[in-house]
């Protein structure tokens, strides 16, 4: 039997070679230094911040260049996937607006001619791909049982030996074409596996495009390429599919790195061009003064999620992990501020090349909140409905119902050069505008915040004094404040914060603290946005009764 027949016995029923597979999939025809790039995950969870921060860069790199950014489902451990696996993967990252040129649509569909995009329907594809090797003496089978693997583990332990199948360790390299032909025939079960060429003293040098010149030891394992179940590994299907599929740019997270030499190699074996890598750093968190990797486990923020529920807008993410990705973004960002995201060129050699980036959860609501003081009241006012209709139904039917209200709320200080940047994510809003609303004042627990003036008589005396004498729901703001002072004078508290500086003594207070005796007992609260403008939409009657309220306690 030739190495022909032989790799038709191990793997049968193959039709295609893989020059039929390279007419299939030709060259892509892009402009010069585009960008192919994918975003593989394997359906087995719901992604984690990390895989957005990983997606979102690959589509940047993809559309910066006019390339092509498509999406692979990387199900070939077929016992860890979940079910609705790729759905969720899909809504997930969809929601923070990553879009794929190409790749798995849904779990049913995909687009683009250089699928199928799921790997567990490219078994024939892997087939031929390994056929060839083992044609050309490059691959082999392996009979060894798990206890037969065991027992060279314990050799090599023993010995202080690496571990692994190789070298003289590998002892279904050496089998004859006679031997394996009679085993197969016996029923005997076997994997494939790589004859490698390569020498563990050999150094095996590449550039990473994140981290640089990287200098690892050539591979000579003897790594397993098609599993028991007919399925290729992740380094065999890496090759094929990122070869066929025309990758030019391998993104992936930086637990690959030490797979290089092998991935190199298997890409030099079929004499193909080897993709660039860029290895991405893994996000950390300060755990207390220690820096260690973000876990789904304990950290919410690490959960896609988690920015879900908390109404934290997309844009701000993603704008987050822009800052992450290259440092130098905040400061373009600020010189640039008539340009989107998308005009912003990102570089490689600006990811963090160390250990990490941290992730930092205090910064990113800090984002949000310039993100979201600057939307217009309306913006603002349908995406809190949006989310609260998903997680706060009370909030909803207030929204609902106090529409104009509620818009007008939102345009406290809003919609101006220096907007009120008091918002960090939806879910911050009702626990900071409750009073606006009847319903809500009147079932919370009321903490009255006075601050400077506390006699109840005082208060009372302040209370009365305006609402018989200043008080006119139609003032606009100027006079408004104008009688403030006026009352101010009149009730012995300086309407002058210089002259109230120069001699305290003369006065009770000052206009400050009366105007905050009206702001406490409309509002509950010692800091509060514009009073006036808080005065002219809770109306009159809203006024007077907060003020009985107070006046009765
Ligand atoms: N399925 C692999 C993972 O989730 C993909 C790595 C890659 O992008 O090549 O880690």
Redesign the pocket.
């Known amino acids: 039997m030739n190495r022909k027949e032989l790799a038709d016995l191990l793997l049968p029923g193959i039709t295609k070679t893989i020059e039929d597979y390279e007419k299939m999939y030709p060259e892509r025809n892009l402009d010069e230094g585009a960008i192919v790039t994918?975003?593989?995950?394997?359906p087995?969870g719901l992604p984690h911040i990390g895989?957005l921060f990983?997606a979102f860069v690959s589509m940047h790199f993809a559309k910066q260049t006019n390339g092509v950014f498509y999406l692979?489902i990387?199900d070939t451990d077929q016992k860890r996937s979940i079910e609705n696996g790729i759905e969720k993967i899909i809504k997930a990252l969809n929601d923070f607006e990553i879009k794929f040129d190409e790749g798995v649509i849904s779990e049913t569909n995909e687009e683009g001619s250089y699928g199928p995009y799921i790997q567990s329907h490219r078994k024939e594809v892997y087939w031929s791909f390994a056929k060839y090797l083992i044609e050309n003496d490059m691959a082999y089978p392996c009979f060894c049982s798990s206890e037969q693997l065991d027992e060279i583990r314990q050799k090599q332990e023993k010995y202080k030996s690496r571990i692994g199948y190789y070298g003289r360790y590998a002892t279904c390299r050496h089998l004859s074409i006679d031997e394996i032909v009679k085993r197969v025939k016996n029923g005997e079960k076997y994997i494939i596996r790589l004859k490698s060429p390569g020498k563990f003293d050999n150094k095996f040098v590449f550039n990473d495009c994140i981290k640089g010149k990287m200098e690892l030891p050539e591979n000579d394992m003897d790594i397993i390429i098609i599993k028991s179940d007919g399925l290729p590994t992740?380094h065999f299907a890496?090759l094929v599919d990122?070869h066929l599929m025309r990758t030019t740019h391998?993104?992936?997270?930086d637990?690959?790195l030490s797979s290089v030499p092998i991935h190199t190699q298997l890409f030099r074996m079929f004499n193909f061009k080897v993709p660039k890598y860029a290895h991405l750093a893994p996000l950390l968190k300060d755990d207390n003064g220690t820096k260690r990797k973000l876990s789904k486990r304990k950290d919410p923020e690490a959960s896609v999620s988690y920015y879900h529920e908390q109404g934290i807008p997309k844009e701000a993410v993603i704008l987050y992990l822009a800052t992450i990705a290259n440092s130098n973004f905040e400061e373009w960002m600020e010189t640039n501020k008539d340009k989107t995201l998308d005009d912003f060129k990102m570089e490689f050699k600006k990811m963090n090349s160390a250990s990490g980036a941290l992730f930092d959860l205090e910064k990113l609501l800090n984002i949000s909140r310039n993100y979201l003081s600057k939307l217009s009241a309306s913006d603002i006012y349908n995406r809190v409905l949006n989310w609260a209709n998903e997680f706060d139904l009370e909030f909803k039917e207030l929204l609902e119902k106090y529409k104009e209200k509620s818009i007008a709320i939102f345009n406290i200080e809003r919609e101006q050069a220096k907007p009120r940047k008091d918002y960090s994510c939806y879910s911050d809003i009702k626990n900071q505008i409750w009073y606006m609303y009847d319903e809500l004042f009147e079932k919370m627990d009321k903490n009255y915040e006075f601050q400077k003036i506390v006699e109840k008589q005082e208060i009372v005396n302040i209370l009365d004094t305006y609402i018989n004498e200043y008080y006119d729901i139609n003032d606009d703001n100027e006079t408004w404040f104008n009688k403030m002072k006026q009352m101010a004078d009149k009730l012995g508290y300086a309407s002058n914060m210089k002259e109230y500086k120069n001699n305290p003594e003369n006065f009770k207070g000052n206009i400050a603290d009366i105007s905050n005796v009206i702001r406490v007992a409309l509002t509950t609260k010692s800091m509060t946005p514009d009073l006036y403008q808080i005065m002219k939409i809770l109306g009159t009657d809203n006024i007077k009764e907060r003020f009985e309220l107070v006046k009765n306690i």
């Open positions: 994918r975003y593989a995950p394997s087995t895989n990983q692979r990387e992740y890496h990122d391998v993104i992936r997270g637990e690959w």
